[in-house]
């Protein structure tokens, strides 16, 4: 009877098969996410005068992020009140990117030749986010509690593919160029063409291989209406978890908008390093790819954690004994040890931060006091940015998984919609913060006090984690027993 009621969790392979078609999703998102960058800059400056690129690249960054604020926070509810497909719903918000794409392709000169229409593709671009939000409650509302941890790992590792597939295809793509009559499809445009091709194949794939699912999951203001008495009664410890977790998403969220940031303007820039197109995609593809490895070394570390506190719990639990005093049972201190140990992680990630930041303050330093070749401060920014890429995957991973284990399922649901949103609103914060520090001093000054404040932000997040976020949870696991 167990056995029929709970079927046994699926492997790692058949988990991959089932989900195969739906993390494709997760691949598109992340190539559009990518594919625009080495060339945005360039694009901007056929747009518009050069002292206004800094400002138009803000806002390519800025409000798309605003719209995934609220595609973050309204599609999940409004397609589970109104039990919508989620099948459907993923394709209709994927289209909505091919038509984003292939908008900002156009805003060039001998098309549209506006700049407002490239921002104009970027947001649509940014309402076409709802697609990785559905599809991500596809594989939640398709797995069992056991599955959904390894689901979402393979969900997110496609999308860490795409941050090296999309650098990868900007480089033959930024190497050609032809005419349409006088329209030019060149190395600024012809990324974003092939991004929204990219898209229509995956919606097509979409509609022939993902099964029809409904959303039929609880929707968050129907939890919150019915169960007013039971969430207002959480003790304040419970409550400040997820709030704390939240906080910690908006600050690493920040910090990864910092690096795709100053990687878009900074290589690009005349002021500054003024690399090639080609040379830059390349480059970002080896940031992006060796970031990705080292997520993939985030469960490695976390066990090497978890295994060095539970060999001191032991040699603790045996001092207890040998005088007699009375210990945790064995059960919570190994559950406590294992998201102490996630959180311990996530600290170091965000330690690692503060160690690109200081290599990137570096990199910016020698080169405003060096001429010639520029070749070692290159090399030394583009390893900053592959430590801090790698870092914002390591916390991809921990924070969610805290998220998960350490609340209540309804407190859980009432709270779901805020942690896309609160990605978006840290992804939203960062441009336009950064880029005014940035451009107020001359002699690469404001770039090293931008990086300066992302180091600030980083000890923010560790002290946060440290003196609050252990000391609740073992609070909370303390109430639960």
Known sequence: MNSASNPPARSRAELLRAFFFVNLVALQFGIDSTLWLPTVFSYISTITAHRRVHYYLSLAQLLPSAVQVFVSLLV????????????????????????????????????????????????????????????????????????????????????????????????????????????????????????????????????????????????????????????????????????????????????????????????????????????????????????????????????????????????????????????DDDKGSLLTDKLVSEVVLSACSFLATVLGCILSIISLAVQAHTTGSHAGSVACFLIACTIMMAAYNIQAATLPSLYSKCLPAKLRTVLTPWYGATVALGKLAAPPIIGAIGVSRAHNNGWIASQALCIAIAFLAIALQALFLCPLIRAVLRQSR
Not at 209 to 232: G, P
Not at 248 to 261: D, P
């Open 76 to 327: 999940g509810p409004i397609v589970a009140l109104f039990t919508l497909s989620l099948k459907w719903s993923m394709v209709v918000f994927i289209l909505l990117s091919f038509v984003g794409n292939f908008l900002y392709s156009c805003a060039g000169p001998f098309a549209i030749n506006n700049v407002w229409a490239l921002i104009g593709g970027r947001m649509l671009a940014g309402l076409a986010s709802g697609s990785s939000a559905l599809a991500m409650s596809y594989i939640v509302s398709s797995s069992s509690t056991d599955e959904r941890l390894e689901s979402l790992s393979q969900y997110r590792s496609f999308a860490g593919v795409a941050f090296v597939i999309g650098p990868v295809l900007s480089i033959p793509l930024t190497t050609f160029s032809f005419h349409i009559g006088r329209f030019p499809v060149d190395q600024n445009n012809a990324p974003t063409f092939v991004s929204s091709f990219i898209a229509v194949a995956v919606a097509l794939i979409t509609c022939c291989f993902v099964r029809q699912k409904r959303a039929t999951q609880v929707n968050f203001l129907k939890v919150i209406v019915h169960n007013r008495s039971e969430l207002t009664g959480h003790s304040k410890e419970i409550w400040a978890v997820p709030l704390l977790l939240l906080l910690l998403l908006f600050l690493s969220a920040f910090l990864m908008a910092n690096v795709f940031y100053t990687m878009s303007d900074l290589m690009r820039s005349p002021d500054h390093w003024n690399l090639g197109l080609t040379l830059i995609s390349g480059l970002q593809a080896i940031v992006f790819l060796f970031a990705l490895i080292g997520s993939l070394l985030a469960d490695s570390f976390r066990r090497i954690i978890q295994t060095s506190m539970q060999r001191a719990s032991s040699f603790r639990r045996r001092i207890h004994t040998a005088l007699d005093i009375q210990s």
